[in-house]
């Protein structure tokens, strides 16, 4: 994908969203479902991987960096910087397996406290593997309950028959652009180190009101 630097951007705001939980899980599948229509068993991502999409949403043209983590633990060196400035954190577990749900208070949720640099970051809890609903483990209420108490919002989905998995994004997405910090940080205008991209030099429509 081509772009020339010092050129308008092709965008209203660059979003920043991270998918983490345990290996496993399907965040690789969610990613690649969202981002190319397609869906595939894929082997355990090594380190971080990242895709982007452009998707407009609430009348804005956004262009989403997607970064997708390993889940486990021998690549968990690289932390800290999965997290800084995302704008919108994705929580994944299988409802087929309950220690994927629990690691979520257990381990995911201590690193959003821990790493997160944005207090208004806006979560979202996603049950996927819908699709095997009769080896469901983990009710869809445990994961309502769990949304509550952690100020998360709440889907399951099915990477596989890609069912609710635009509504995950779009609904994350909806989220942050309600939220005035996480704008500010996502326009167009400002300097962004994701992609190393020059700010524009002028660029009138970014001083309109939202």
Not at 79 to 85: D, E, M, P
Not at 86 to 104: C, H, K, P, S, W
Not at 166 to 193: D, H, M, R, W, Y
């Amino acid at each position: 994908m081509e772009s020339s630097s010092g050129a308008t951007p092709e965008f209203d705001y660059l979003f920043k969203l991270l998918l983490i939980g345990d290996s496993g899980v399907g965040k690789s599948s969610l990613l690649l479902s969202f981002t190319s229509d397609t869906f595939e068993d894929l082997s355990p991502t090594i380190g971080v991987d990242f895709k982007v999409k452009h998707v407009t949403v609430g009348g804005k043209k956004l262009k989403l960096a997607i970064w997708d983590t390993a889940g486990q633990e021998r690549f968990r060196t690289l932390t800290s910087s999965y997290y800084r400035g995302a704008q919108g954190i994705i929580m994944v577990y299988d409802v087929t397996r309950r220690e994927t749900f629990t690691n979520l208070s257990d381990i995911w949720g201590k690193e959003i406290d821990l790493y997160s640099t944005n207090q208004d970051c806006i979560k979202m809890l996603v049950g996927n593997k819908v699709d095997k609903d009769g080896e469901r483990v983990v009710s869809k209420k445990e994961g309502i309950d769990f949304a509550r108490e952690y100020g998360c919002l709440f889907i399951e989905c099915s990477a596989k028959t890609r069912v609710n998995v635009e509504q995950c994004f779009e609904e994350l997405v909806l989220k942050i652009l309600e939220t005035p910090s996480l704008l500010a940080e996502g326009s167009a205008g400002v300097k962004k180190n994701i992609f190393k991209q020059k700010p524009p030099e002028s660029d009138a429509s970014t001083s309109s009101c939202c």
